[in-house]
Structures are given as C-alpha cells and as structure tokens.
C-alpha cells in the first residue's frame, strides 16, 4: 500500500504525522501550563493536592508524547536530529533537564521521607512548567527564523586534513541559547506558555469538583488570556509579512541539490497556495478563542476541549506551513542552501514505507488512551477522593 | 590526530556512559517487577482472596518509586543520540532512528496509558479490566525493551543495510533482517531475563527481611513463593540466552570474545578461564602501541572456550595478537586482515567516498560513474567497505582499536558467576520454603538481602561488557566514536556531565530513601 507512494509522498506523509506529533504535544501541555498554575489556583494544602493530582493522571500523556514524537522525527527526518540536537545542545539540554526533574515531581512529592521537600518537587513542576514549554516554543521559532549552521556530508572523509569529520555545526557560540534573543522565537515561546497555562486551567476547571479553584479559574484565564493574544499575535504578525527560506525545484536534478532563496512574504504565499490549511489555521484559532471566551462568560464547561482541538489544528497548520509548498523547514542563516527541507534531510524510500506501516497503530494507540482517558475521568476530582484513595501524589 | 577532539570523546562517552548505567539502575526491576506484580494480582483475581491484592498494592508502590525516577533517566538517553553523537544519527539515523520510533508508538504508550489505569483504576475499572491492565503495562514495559535492544544489536552487528554514498549513509533495505538478527533477539532475551532474575532478588531479598524481623511473615512468605519460582525459570532461560550470546560475539566481534577471556594468543582447544587474576601490565608492545597482560592466577577449564564459542572442542579461537596482525581462519581456510590492513582498506573505502563526492560536486559525470560503480560492486563493499571505520585511525592512534581488557574480563567473569549464585539461591530458598523452614533459616535468609546489591553489580557488569567491549565501535567496523560525536566545544559536555552527575545522584538519594521508608511500613502500613 505504502510501497506505491513517490518518496516526496512519503516525506510529506511523514511531515504530517510530525507535525501531528507536535500539535498534540502543545495541547498536552495543558499540564505543564497547570504545573505553573498550582500556588495560584491552590491556596490550601488540599486545593493543592487536588490540583497536583488531576495533572498528575496526565503527565506521562505529554512525557510520552515528547519522547514519541523525538523518536519519530529521529526516524523520519535524521538530518534535522543531527544537526538541530547537536547543534542548538544548549536548547536542548536545558529542554530536557527540564523534563527530567518533572518525571520523579508528582510521585516523590508528598512520599515520607523524600530527601528534598515537598516544596522543592512543586518547583520542579513550575520550571517544568515554564522552561519547557517556553524554550519548545522558541526552538520552533527557529523553524521560521533560522539558526546558524551549516551541513557538509563531505566532511565524514576528513581523515587527512585538520578539519572535523562531524557533518553538521553549529557556527555561533552559544548553541542554541541566541535563538532565544529573537523577538519572533521568543514571541512563539511565551504564546506557547501563556496556551499553556491556559489549557491548564481550562483542564483543571473540568476536571476538579471545588468552587474556589474554578472561581480563581476564571479569573486567572482572562489574566492568561491577555499575554497569551499579544505574544501569539506578534508571531503571526511576523510570519506573515516576513521573508521567508523558499526551495527552488529543479527538474531533472536530484532534489538533494536544489537550491534555496529568500522570497518575499514567503509564509503568508504558503496559506494562500494551500487554502485548506489556512482554514485548518483560521478554524483552530476561533476553536481556542470559543474555548476561552465560552469559559469566561459562563456557557461553556468544557472548554478544555474545544480550545484543545483548536490548539491542535493551529499548531498543525503552522507547521505545515513551514515544511510545505517547498519551503525550507529548518533554515540555515549561515548557508542559505545548508538549509533542511523534508527533500534532503528524510530517511530513505524503504525506511518510510516501513514506518509508514508502523503509523496504522496510531489509531489504536488512540483509542486505547481514549478509554483509559474515560475511565479515570469519569468522575470529578473531590476532596473526598483525595482522603480515601489509597494512591495520590 | 590533530582533526579528533579526544577530550570531547572522552567526555561525550563518559556522559553517555554516565546517564546509560544510571537508567540501567532502574530498568531492570521494571521489566521483571511488572511480571512478579500480574501474577500476583492473577492470584487475588483467580481467588478473590484480599490478602492478595494487598501484596499487589505493596509491589506496586514500589514499582510505581522504581518506575518515576526510571522515566526521568531514560528521556535523556534518546536524545543524546542527536546531542552528543550527531554523526553517528545521520550515518545511521535511517536504520537507528525506526526503532526508537516504534518503541515510542507501540512500547511507551501502552506501558505509560495503563499505569494509570494500575495506580488509579482499582476503584473506577472492573476487576478484569485492571488485572489486564497490569499485564499490558508489564508487556508494554517489556516491548520497550525489546526495540531499544534491537537498536543496540544492530550497532553491534549491523545487518539488513546498504550504503549509499549520494545521502553519505547506511540505508535500511530489510527490516525483518534487522529485527530477527540472532544478535538482537539474543540480546533481547538475555536481557529481559536479567531484569526478571533481578526482580526476583529484589523480592526475595526484602521478604527475607520481613521474615527477619518477624513482620508481615505470611505476606513474605506468600511473596518469596512467587519470587523464587519466577527466578529459577528466569535463571535457566537466562544462562541459555548468556550462553547464546557469547557464540554470537565469537562469530560477530571476535575482538570482544577475546578481551573477555584476556586471551592474546589464539588456540585450538581453548580453555575458559573459570577463576583470574591479570597482574600489572608488561611494557608496551613495541610497535603496536598496546599492553599485554598475563594472568597472575588462572583456573581453567580445558577446551570449554573453543565449545562455547563454536559448539567443538578443537575449534580454533583468535586472540587479540591474532586478531591485530591477521590470521587465517582453519575452518575456512580464510585469511583475515591485519589490523594494519584493516586501515589501509578503510582508508580506501573513505577516499573513494571523497572522490565521488568531489565529483558529483564538480559536475563530472564519468569520474563520478568509475567511483560510484565501487559502492555497487558486492564484493568490493564486502572486503573493502566493510572496513570503513578502520581508515579514521593510523599507527599513532591505533590501540584505541582495543578495548580495555582488564574490564572485559574482569566485568563478564563477574558477571557469570553471581548469575551463578542467584540461581543457586533460588532453588535453596524455594526448597525451605516449600518446607516451611525458611523463617528459622537466618544466615540464608541473610545471604537474601544481601544479594540485593550483587545484583545490581551484576546487572552494570553485563552493561559494561557489552559496551566497553565493544570499542570503539559506536558501528561495529564501520563508525568509531572517534567520527560520531557532535561538533560541540569539551567544556559544554563537561558542565552537562557534572549536571548529570550531580542531578542523577540527588534522584537516586531520594529513591533510595523513599523506598526504604515504604518498604519498612510493610505491607500494613497504610499510605
């Protein structure tokens, strides 16, 4: 079945199933944003604990998605992992840091005798909280911006020379950390925290039986909501109008050498070449906005999942757009043709038609997590619970 | 040489060393604790008797303490690959990176979905729904498992592959090749069944300590039971698989099998050294740049290496002499290369790859085609190509090629002989169990806990074996670390190390301390 798609099919299969990867990601950050949540929607130990716990049910969700989507795009995309990851180490290292400590959080947090303190694994959370999703955010800044690298496969047979046999480098000093003094990077990262905390509460109002942590809520989601429009409107005011990294096709020759230029409003011709999926952008961004604006006028009791479909289908379309229509998905600014696109930097024809067999299981991978999803939450989170059940954080 | 930062690879290595054995810590009980735990609550479903769930709910919470701090190590693990060994993710990113993949789709999902159906569920899902549950997260644990180790296997014994110089990597062209190579699968098995072995100590090592302490007696009773069952079949399959697993090393990295024996000369009827001790190293070996060491006591037994290694006793095993200036196979009469050839051939291999590359770049279509008809020629890629990593080292590097002998050997004798105890353990305390003498057993019951710690110091001992003596193949032949580490400055994976070391230790610091305290609450002890 697979077998009979081109190569650029399969690449663009497999964008796709990234990009998914990444848009599910961002709206399971909903428990990273709650993470950051916990001292303002909590004001007693038990308002605490009650939030702690709802996430808690839900944080490998996100962990696994992370890890899911690093090995997916290792397998699809190898030339990006070797060159993003270990170029921009700083990024990265801090990315992940960041999630190390968030694994042991929830289930040493009120454990006897757990060495460091409650209050150090409720810090844990909250820099989970907010490095994690501020510095993802950024990184994919990168993904419109650029960074400075450059890829040189030539390199591998430097066995007589002084130069280096590794392929990909990073050319700036910082590795990775200048990304974040980019006005655009920074804009998508901070609008990917702010979502975040915003699906936080959305989840935690759904999922919690207490009037005061849904007061504190609502107010908390319009305090959210404000930063959360600036910074995601700055992004896109950016992206539409800026210059953007645009791969010239070149018939006859082997996708691995053609070039890439700058082309004027690049990404904004992307929405425009690809309708369907400035519809799948426009209809996400109404779907986040009904989530929240349904929240705060009272009509809506599950805005968690209208403004995580429209989260999902907005980062989505995002990230099409960055790989699509030929476009440069990873710019290099060092060496404009260093650039990766989903031609020169994917696993090979065999390799993606094997993986592509492999991504029929998504389907049942959700489905399973739909029913385990039902069965934990088919009741609110009370304080009841919380005394009775045997296993809380 | 100059174009090799040996710090940077030192360091990169240490971290991924570092952050390796520390996930390693953890592993091992997960797989086999998750087992010893479905059986358990098979037992209380099947009898409805809930002193059973009770022993459940006590496995689990520890589990559940092992589990977390397991997850945190292992994040890190897979992007390492990218952040500390970028070349090596674009050389073979096209076979690695499939693995890890399906691991996340298919092992980390069902393992991390269900945990929280195990943990929470016991009052929302129907008693059915949570002992299957329990069994999806022990088999999703272990599926995990099995595609990381498929992808280590593969590193070791790169099969199913073909290398194409336009993309200047390894391209997968069969999967099943992969999957089913006797490497992987014996990797696989040999080291599930270590994680259930452990699993086992791991319980009957605290029952022992309830049984001491005279507390909770009939629920460790109840869990030594299980335990040194599970154990006994684990150990046998275990030894099988170890056995397994040492011919295949003979056959597929013939350097390893030797520094495991420390065996520098090759013979016929080779002895396995059962008890040893290497004495100080004698002075380098003149003009091969390494240190030989003797033995400064030995028990061996006669013929046992060449019957392991090749199912005869007369079989022929190359040691590392052999190895380094070339032999000839008596068996099939082939020659093999000298070390020295090895890099004149790797070095051809890499040049030819620079010569096509060059020109493709400059447009030159015939030299381009000479060069190109190389990569296709079988047997040029089966005796030339095959040495490609050799060519990035010279006379002055060259005993980077060995691995450390002293722990080769030391790590896999060690190794082999606590899975010798942990066996004859299991069978003496089932037999006083089955006798209902155990709790007047004190010695044995002591001997229990402290085996706790020798299988951990088994389980490093495996890992260590398996990866030193590897190097300083990241592929076997065909990529050293010395080519596959990123382009970073030393001092970045420095700090990063420390990082590490210091972040992991806290961890564990608190792991430790938080399963002790639940485990001295005893099964009784509420929450």
Known sequence: ?393 | MENFDMTLIDWSRGQFALTAMFHWIFVPLTLGLAFIIAIMESIYVKTGEEKWKKITKFWAKLFGINFAIGVATGIILEFEFGTNWSNYSWFVGDIFGAPLAIEGIMAFFLESTFIAIMFFGWNKVSKKAHLTSTWLVAIGANLSALWILVANAWMQDPVGMLFNPDTARNEMVDFWAILFSPTAINKFLHTIFSGYVLASIFVVGISSWFLLKKRDTLFAKKSLLVASVFGIVSSIFLIWTGDESARQIAKVQPMKFAAMEAMWDGKTNAPLVAIGFLEQPAPPHQDKGYKEKEFAFKIEIPNMLSYMAFLDANAFIPGIKDLVNGYTDQESGKVIPSYFDKIKLGREAITTLKNYKEAVNAGDETTAAIYRAKFEDKEWMANTFRYFGFGYYNNENFSGLIPSVPISFYSFHLMVALGGHFLALFIVMLIFSLKNKLHKMKWLLYVGIWTIPLVYIAQQSGWVLAELGRQPWVIQDLMPTLSAVSKIDATSVQITFWLFAATFTTLLIAEIKIMLTQIKKGISGGH
């Not at chain 1, 990601?25 to 709802?54: A, R, W």
């Not at chain 1, 959370?125 to 890829?151: K, M, P, Q, R």
């Not at chain 1, 109008?241 to 070039?259: C, E, H, M, N």
């Open chain 1, 1 to 393: 079945m697979f077998e009979s798609l081109s190569l650029l099919a399969l690449q663009q299969y497999w964008w796709i199933i990234v990009s998914l990867l990444a848009s599910l990601l961002v709206f399971l950050f909903f428990v990273q944003g709650g993470q950051t949540m916990i001292y303002s929607l909590g004001k007693t130990d038990m308002e605490k604990k009650m939030i702690v716990n709802s996430l808690g049910r839900k944080w490998e969700f996100t962990f696994t998605t992370l890890v899911t989507f690093g090995g997916a795009f290792f397998a699809s995309f190898p030339l990006f992992y070797s060159t993003s990851f270990g170029g921009a180490y700083w990024v990265w290292m801090l990315i992940l840091f960041a999630f190390i400590i968030q694994a042991v959080a929830y289930e040493y947090r009120t454990k006897p005798n757990n060495f460091l303190g409650t209050k150090t694994y409720e810090v844990f959370l909250i820099i989970n909280g907010a490095v994690g999703t501020i510095l993802v955010g950024t990184a994919v800044g990168t993904f419109f911006s650029g960074s400075e690298f450059s890829v040189n496969k030539l390199n591998l047979t430097n066995i007589f020379g002084s130069g280096s046999t590794t392929i990909s480098a990073w050319e700036g000093p910082a590795h990775g950390l200048e990304a974040a003094l980019n006005i655009q990077n920074l804009s998508l990262g901070l609008a990917i925290f702010f979502l975040a905390r915003i699906l936080g509460i959305l989840y935690l109002k759904s999922d919690i039986d207490n009037e005061n942590i849904v007061a504190r809520a609502k107010k908390h989601l319009l305090y959210n909501t404000v930063p959360f429009l600036v910074f995601f409107l700055t992004f896109v005011g950016i992206l539409l109008t800026q210059d953007g990294f645009a791969v010239i096709p070149q018939a006859g020759v082997d996708p691995l050498l053609w070039k890439v230029e700058m082309e004027p409003y690049k990404y904004l011709h992307n929405f425009l070449a690809m309708p369907a999926v400035l519809i799948l952008f426009l209809l996400g961004v109404v779907a986040v906005l009904w989530g929240i604006i349904g929240t705060l006028i009272g009509k809506c009791h599950k805005g968690i999942w209208m403004a995580g479909l429209g989260t999902v289908l907005t980062i989505f379309s995002v990230l099409l757009i960055a790989g699509f229509n030929n476009t440069a998905y990873y710019p290099s600014t060092f060496e404009i043709n260093h650039s990766l696109t989903i031609m020169n930097s994917s696993s090979s024809k065999f390799t993606l038609t094997a993986m592509s067999y492999v991504s029929l299981m998504i389907p049942f991978v959700l489905a399973y997590i739909i029913y385990a999803w039902r069965a934990i939450n088919n009741k609110k989170i009370t304080s009841e619970e919380m005394d009775s059940e045997t296993h809380t954080y």
